[in-house]
């Protein structure tokens, strides 16, 4: 057994213990990046980790030579933050308790489980990994130096950071804004939207910061999804920005005009929007009015595929703005394939305006992945995005962040892999960043963000586990990758080793592995055309493994 020493990065991770765990943490003059890995003659396999105990985006160097290729765990050299260290020698590990008046050990045997990679086997490409770009994230960003905001932006798409090639904004207000609002408010009842001919202050505001974001990411191509929380509210049957409401019929053709003058006033920013849904969380103005207190919309699956099929397709598809891509449903998974199985019922060509179907996450854990394999298999040729994420929303969670959690950035690593498991093409999470205490919004709806900023001092800001979760995929699996099989001998549904694999644009193969077990497993990796190896993974960790 040969034990690699890890490359020195560029700029490491800062860590910095919390109550919850530890953050990576980023000012003006310092923040933590890695450049993408490159193979060679001599390095053959390359695994960059992440763990509870510390790593962070850690590279391990190999070569399939060897017969093992271990990836050691972090350990700390602050005397006021002692690990519990595991010794491995051969198949078992001894845990050493040091946080205890006496210091004792126990061995256990190391766990091997079979991975086998086929990369014949090929399932769907993957086309965005992103965040939100909500009035609040736009908020908190305008408050910060220069410096600290290009850290933020570098940190997310540059490819040294995460690699982010993607964002989701409100087409008007949402939930993370600082108030409810949208276009042409005034004058009422105004079929024309005689009010609607430039783009709101807010708006433009997130265009200039945007502009920044695609120079210091160094990104030709933004990707920009961009959905309608509400109506205003004149053209609601309730005349609310919340509650129990749905667009009136009068208006369903002004709506839909209302969709393209969004676009077209993008566009004349040199800021086009890839993608539209139909709407944000149809469901909240319908049945979820009991709970949710920010601005919603309600539709119905029935009155939805009218609108689409007679109003926004049309109006959309034979206009300058053909090309932007319409998503459909942007709600939960409990909501599918029924959802558009009722949409065709209603209007039997409504489903044929739709490019792609948006899924939410907050109820995964309740609602299995079948159901999106269901819809999957009757709309093979649509796309499939989760579009929006987050943690603490719910009333047994923190509201707002776990500095740190890494349970937390453990729930996205499993949930990440599911979903690419399952045909997803890509993954759009909520807000970039939040405050300290998880917002701001007008209705204190608090929830966690990968990357919290400190707003007192203004000076610096925290990854979390979430971030680098979520950055495991994104920096890794770019744009074009394609989905082959990586399958381990153990059921989905019940391990705590979990694995995906794509084979990347330029021919390489990237492996992300989870270890959800509290002590090292052994991963006998044999890939069908490059052969054998053992992966040594420690206890709670995830990692890329890329090779050629």
Not at 154 to 161: A, I, K, V
Not at 275 to 296: C, R, Y
Not at 388 to 412: A, M, N, V
Not at 532 to 540: E, F, H, K, Q
Request: hydrophobic content about 35%.
């Amino acid at each position: 057994m040969h034990s690699f020493a890890a490359a020195a990065l560029s700029t490491p991770c800062q860590l910095r213990e919390t109550n919850y765990g530890s953050v990576c943490v980023c000012n003006s003059s310092y923040c933590d990046y890695l450049e993408q890995p490159e193979l060679n003659d001599n390095v053959h396999i390359v695994a960059i980790s992440s763990s509870k105990s510390g790593l962070r985006f850690k590279r391990f160097d190999g070569s399939f030579l060897d017969k093992v290729f271990e990836v050691q765990d972090y350990q700390s050299v602050d005397e006021n933050f002692v690990a519990d260290s595991i010794v491995v020698e051969q198949n078992k590990a001894w845990l050493q308790l040091a946080n205890i008046p006496q210091r004792f050990a126990f061995n256990v045997s190391i766990k091997t489980v079979q991975l086998t990679v086929k990369r014949e086997q090929r399932f769907q490409k993957i086309t965005n990994f992103g965040g939100a770009f909500t009035g609040s994230v736009s908020h908190i960003i305008q408050q910060l130096p220069t410096d600290l905001q290009d850290h933020i932006y570098r940190s997310y798409f540059h490819q040294d950071g995460i690699g982010y090639n993607s964002v989701r904004m409100s087409i008007g207000g949402s939930d993370f804004d600082l108030q409810p609002w949208a276009y042409n408010e005034l004058p009422r009842n105004d079929h024309s939207l005689s009010n609607f001919t430039t783009l709101d202050s807010r708006d433009l505001q997130k265009i200039e910061q945007l502009k920044r974001l695609k120079s210091v990411g160094r990104l030709n191509d933004l990707k920009i999804m961009a959905a309608a929380w509400s109506a205003p509210t004149w053209m609601k049957s309730n005349d609310r920005w919340t509650g129990f409401g749905q667009l009136k019929s009068e208006y369903y053709q002004t709506w839909a005009e209302y969709h393209l003058k969004f676009l077209e006033l993008m566009q004349s920013k040199n800021m086009s929007v890839w993608a539209i849904s139909t709407g944000n969380e149809p469901l909240n103005g319908v049945i979820g009015f009991f709970f949710v207190h920010f601005m919603s919309m309600g539709w119905t699956p029935w009155q939805q595929a009218i609108w689409l099929s007679d109003y926004l397709g049309p109006t959309i598809k034979n206009s300058s703005q053909s090309h932007v891509l319409i998503f459909g449903n942007d709600d939960q998974r409990y909501t599918y394939p029924s959802w558009f199985r009722k949409m065709r019922s209603s209007r039997t060509k409504a489903l044929d305006y739709l490019d792609g179907l948006a899924v939410h996450w907050y109820w995964d854990e309740v609602f299995g992945p079948q159901l999106i394999d269901e819809a999957h298999k009757e709309m093979p040729d649509k796309l499939i995005l989760n579009t929006e994420s987050c943690i603490g929303d719910k009333p047994w969670q923190t509201h707002g962040p776990e500095l740190g959690s890494w349970g937390r950035g453990e729930s996205y690593m499993r949930a990440y892999i599911q979903d690419l498991l399952h045909s997803f093409n890509g993954w759009l999470d909520w807000n970039l960043v939040l405050d300290e205490q998880g917002g701001p919004n007008y209705v204190q709806n608090h929830v966690d963000s990968p990357v919290i900023v400190n707003t007192t001092s203004r000076t610096e800001f925290y990854k979390q586990p979430i971030y680098y979760a979520i950055g495991h995929f994104s920096k890794f699996v770019p744009e074009q990758s394609m989905r082959i099989e990586a399958r381990t001998n153990e059921t989905e549904s019940f391990s705590q080793l979990s694995a995906v694999g794509f084979q990347r644009p330029d021919g390489s193969v990237a492996l992300i592995l989870y270890n959800g077990e509290n002590v090292p497993v052994n991963v006998a990796l044999n890939d069908s055309q490059r052969g054998a190896l053992i992966l040594r993974l420690p206890a709670r960790s995830w990692h890329t493994v890329i090779y050629k």
